[in-house]
């Protein structure tokens, strides 16, 4: 199956924390543009999270792309660092480490991969439909 690309932003954003903030800024404008109002705040939060592991751990500038493939939103954020991110599994006292967690809960599908230079991306997808809302049963 070959995939089609509707449409493609990208940007590479600095190693700095301001850039978690203009990540969820990039996310919100591009999908309030393609009329996807139903994905802001969770592609926000979980590009929030993406970004803020980039910059504690990878230590290095970021690219960020935001797409629509196949009838599905794809977020990927690639960095300069070979090394996968881990799912921690916090203690309830932890003031970390939940992040994946999050991106796990938010999303349809999230995974990693690696480029010919074994740099990796980080992805996450969404549907680009909101779910059907459950009907409401009659009052009895």
Do not use: Y
């Not at 996310?27 to 009329?35: A, I, K, Q, R």
């Not at 954020?77 to 881990?86: E, F, H, K």
Request: net charge negative; aromatic share 4%; glycine share 4%.
């Amino acid at each position: 199956m070959s995939e089609i690309t509707d449409w493609s932003h990208e940007t590479v954003l600095p190693a700095e924390p301001i850039s978690a903030s203009l990540a969820r800024e990039f996310v919100g404008s591009h999908l309030v543009t393609h009329d996807l109002l139903h994905l802001v705040d969770d592609v926000a939060l979980v590009v929030s999270e993406l970004a803020t592991n980039a910059v504690v751990h990878a230590h290095t500038q970021f690219t960020l792309t935001l797409s629509r493939q196949n009838g599905s939103v794809l977020l990927s954020l690639q960095d300069a660092s070979t090394s996968l991110p881990v799912m921690a599994t916090p203690e309830l006292s932890d003031t970390g480490g939940r992040g994946l967690l999050l991106v796990e809960l938010l999303s349809r599908a999230w995974g990693t991969s690696a480029d010919r230079h074994g740099l990796k991306s980080v992805w996450a997808t969404f549907p680009s439909r909101p779910a059907p809302l459950e009907p409401t049963p009659p009052p009895q």
